[in-house]
């Protein structure tokens, strides 16, 4: 009998199976479809890489860093490129404010000299300096913005770029739980624009070069090399149908057969960790569901030719008329994604658009680049990736909805969840939650009773 199912094959189920296996602890892996990876798909062939989904992650979070580590991976940074990337607004692509931290100013000079921000929008934004710090209690994030910066920022700054991030309704976001170091800066420092100004000295250049990473091979490289190292405990195609507590155990029934186990760390999407909690955990099952996801898509079109853009990408602002969130200029942002004189665009979709059939999903793509540029391009390459589960959305009450679930999960000791609708939706993230969720399970056994 093993001693632990992980359920899920994504870098949230593989990060907790490696933390098994260096524990020297039995386990299995279950995986539903033929493949591992979860959202991380590469495409390789013909001469292009294409990512499906995520295409990076920072340096700035150590968890994807100390795996490629201990892989032996060198990371390879983004392209130069200055300014990296736009947003449009009004019919124009406006360069990003110099300066940023995360989704904010924190440059006087690059908020006084952005294009992007109308006279007026970037005087209520320095009235930041002199507001009060706000109350304790979580708001969405259009409320803090408006509060602190003015309803332009979120606007045509804010609203683009956490939309990029998390897809869906940026304005619903919890503060507390997508943006908790901008809370800090306000608590730390009262105005947000001193806090983030003091914020980038204090870093100085610790955080020079690339801010975003990836490897020549892509991302799918991590994956293979952890799919490796658990492959000898690794079941592909092996859906769980249901999760039975035992007292003490757990059966899990797959088509292969049951499965019996002293503790599950489930890294499924929340959807279908609330479809095997519901016949028993009643409580857990309702705060999952009450965790909103929005589908999400991305399409990448190859041109044989030199393409008219600027920089790594460009994102688009709410009401412009867009179908896409954003175009991400592929060659301009890695090398080696395609071949020499060809142009590799990507288009990213969230919400019901990313509903749409993979023909479809292309058509609107070629169409908003087509209306972007102004001019009737034709691809001869196209990759459609969709994720009908897409993105969960942290909304106002998330850090709460999060408590009341490890709190409901105590009546089924021994099982443990891990994935990117807990602690956040990034990569390095989602490694973390793996990780911590088969360090519980660790700890669970060291301490359960021996049978």
């Known amino acids: 009998m093993a001693q632990v199912a992980v359920v899920g094959g994504g870098w949230a189920g593989l990060s907790a199976a490696l933390a ?67 947003i449009l607004r009004k019919g124009k692509a406006h360069p990003l404010p110099e300066g940023l931290l995360q989704i904010i100013p924190g440059d006087l000079k690059g908020l006084s000299r952005t294009s992007l921000l109308s006279l007026s929008g ?83 250049s610790r955080e020079g070069g690339s801010l975003f990473f990836s490897f020549q091979e892509g991302l799918s490289v991590l994956t293979r090399r952890l799919a490796e190292e658990v492959a000898e405990k690794t079941l592909l195609g092996a859906p769980v149908l249901a999760l039975e507590p035992l007292g003490g155990r757990y059966r899990l029934h797959t088509p292969r057969g049951p499965l019996e186990v002293e503790a599950v760390v489930l890294a499924t999407p929340a959807p279908m960790a609330a479809h095997l909690l519901r016949p028993f955990l009643p409580e857990a099952t309702a705060l999952l569901k009450g965790i909103p996801h929005t589908p999400a898509a991305t399409v990448s079109l190859a041109f044989p030719e030199a393409l008219p853009v600027q920089g790594h990408g460009l994102l688009v602002a709410p009401g412009e008329g867009y179908r896409v969130r954003g175009f991400t200029w592929t060659h301009n942002k890695w090398p ?35 209306r972007f540029l102004g001019q009737e391009v034709r691809p001869e390459r196209t990759f459609v990736f969709r994720f009908p589960e897409g993105m969960p959305a942290y909304r106002v009450g998330h850090l709460e909805r999060r408590e009341r679930l490890e709190m409901a999960l105590l009546k089924a000791p021994g099982l443990f969840l891990a994935g ?17 969720a088969a360090e519980r399970a660790l700890a669970y056994l060291a301490l359960a009773p021996t049978p």
């Open 420 to 436: 990117n609708y807990l602690e956040g939706v990034g990569l390095p993230e989602v490694v973390g939650s793996g990780r911590r």
């Open 20 to 86: 098994l296996k260096e524990a020297g602890v039995d386990f299995r892996l279950l995986e539903a479809s033929l493949r591992l990876g979860g959202k991380v798909r590469t495409h390789k062939g013909e001469g292009f890489l294409v990512e499906g989904g995520p295409d990076a992650s920072v340096r700035y979070k150590k968890e994807v860093l100390e795996l490629s580590e201990r892989f032996g991976l060198t990371p390879i940074g983004t392209l130069p490129a200055k300014p990296a990337a736009y």
């Open 336 to 370: 080696g994604r395609a071949p020499e004189d060809w142009s590799l665009v990507r288009a990213y979709f969230s919400g019901e658009v990313a509903r749409l059939s993979e023909p479809e999903l292309a058509r609107v793509a070629l169409e908003d680049l087509r």
């Open 122 to 204: 970037k005087l209520r934004a320095l009235y930041d300096l002199f507001l009060p710090r706000g109350a304790k209690e979580d708001e969405s994030l259009k409320e803090f913005v408006e509060r602190r910066l003015g309803p332009e920022v979120f606007a045509a700054l804010v609203a683009p770029l956490a939309g990029g991030i998390y897809g869906g309704e940026p304005e619903e976001l919890s503060m507390r739980a997508a943006f908790p170091q901008l809370l800090e800066l306000e608590r730390r420092h009262r105005s947000l624009i001193l806090g983030a100004m003091r914020a980038k000295k204090m870093r100085g």
